[in-house]
């Protein structure tokens, strides 16, 4: 049982360049979110899913796409990368939200130069 | 908005107690719940309280109080390997949102 993959694990972009963090969970979980970290700063929330088919956005979803095509994925995208978004992204899942607990892949760690 | 306060850190020695503060502002509350993440690694959950009370889990507890909009996690026989970052969350029932607060760092020293 893989529980929450992210993919990659690393990654440097030149700024204004884009790309798509993946993860994907096993546990048939209808809830996935897509955090940022910082030092000093805690977990933000990016953007969110309730279940297939939905996204909603978050404390902070400037800059950042997201989409739910299937239920075991969630994709996050950065059409455009900028320094600012220099962070570990983790992502989560839980099954029904309230209560339950979440789930966190291993994080990736990107770099904007 | 929403919104989760605690200490950024705390320090304690092996074997003492520590309690973790947390006070929040969530629409739509539903529960309080505490993750521990060692050096950047994934957080792992620790606890939930959905009610008002005590709830216990080994060393660990956590307490929820509704009418202060506050909570703690009690931290018992503390041990090297408690030194870590500690988090609160709440969930918001209206819009499925999970929100954590900026963490605690702990620090046992011997």
């Known amino acids: 049982n893989a529980g929450v993959t992210q993919t990659p694990k690393f990654r440097v972009l030149k700024t204004g360049q884009s790309m798509t963090l993946l993860c994907a969970q096993d546990m048939n979980h209808e809830y996935m979110y897509w955090y940022r970290q910082d030092p000093g700063m805690g977990l933000r929330l990016i953007h969110y899913s309730v279940g297939e088919g939905t996204t909603a956005k978050g404390e902070v979803p400037d800059g950042y796409n997201v989409s739910r095509l299937k239920k075991q994925n969630f994709l996050l995208g950065l059409e455009s990368a900028a320094p600012s978004q220099t962070s570990v992204y983790f992502c989560a899942s839980s099954p029904s939200g309230a209560g339950s607990e979440a789930f966190f892949g291993q994080g990736t760690r990107l770099t904007v130069v | 908005g929403q919104s989760l306060e605690q200490p950024s850190e705390v320090t304690a020695v092996e074997g003492a107690i520590v309690q973790i503060n947390c006070t929040y502002q969530t629409s739509g509350f539903y529960g309080l719940s505490w993750y521990q993440q060692h050096d950047g690694g994934a957080p792992t959950f620790l606890s939930y309280?959905?009610?008002?009370g005590l709830e216990e889990t080994g060393r660990f507890s956590s307490f929820l109080s509704r009418s202060d909009s506050y909570g703690y996690l009690l931290l018992q026989e503390l041990q090297m390997k408690d030194s870590a970052s500690y988090f609160c969350?709440?969930?918001?029932?209206?819009?499925?949102?999970?929100?954590f607060g900026q963490g605690t760092t702990l620090q046992v020293k011997p």
């Open positions: 969350a709440g969930f918001s029932g209206n819009t499925g949102k999970l929100i």
């Open positions: 309280n959905a009610l008002d």
